[in-house]
Nanobody
């Protein structure tokens, strides 16, 4: 099993910054991509940013230029630096790990895991 633990959410004024962090732990060999998704109540979860083990990144158009995703492969962490926050960035942010190769309780490839989510609130 793989556990993802997020930290760093909170309340910030528009124009401010927040930094989200996520650490993966458990019985796995590798993780292909890690990233962040967000969900507003009543809407579908959407990709915010993701980064592969090789460093390739993807961003939602709405956050490109304001958010930066980074990763430490040795520590199995992914970080989302969010600058110039807007009220429409308010959501629950979920850490995601995909393409996980785990070895316990059985050898398994290609699984995806989610964190429990952390709330980001941007006031106007």
């Amino acid at each position: 099993q793989v556990q993802l633990v997020e930290s760093g959410g909170g309340l910030v004024q528009a124009g401010g910054s927040l930094r989200l962090s996520c650490t993966a732990s458990g019985n796995f060999f590798s993780i292909d991509a890690m990233g962040w998704y967000r969900q507003i109540a009543g809407k579908q979860r959407e990709l915010v940013a993701r980064i592969t083990s090789g460093g390739s990144t993807n961003y939602a158009d709405s956050v490109r230029g304001r958010f930066t995703v980074s990763r430490n492969n040795k520590k199995d962490t992914v970080t989302l630096q969010m600058n110039s926050l807007k009220p429409e960035d308010t959501a629950v942010y979920y850490c995601n790990a995909e393409g996980v190769v785990s070895y316990f309780p059985t050898y398994r490839t290609g699984a995806a895991y989610w964190g429990e989510g952390t709330l980001v609130t941007v006031s106007s």
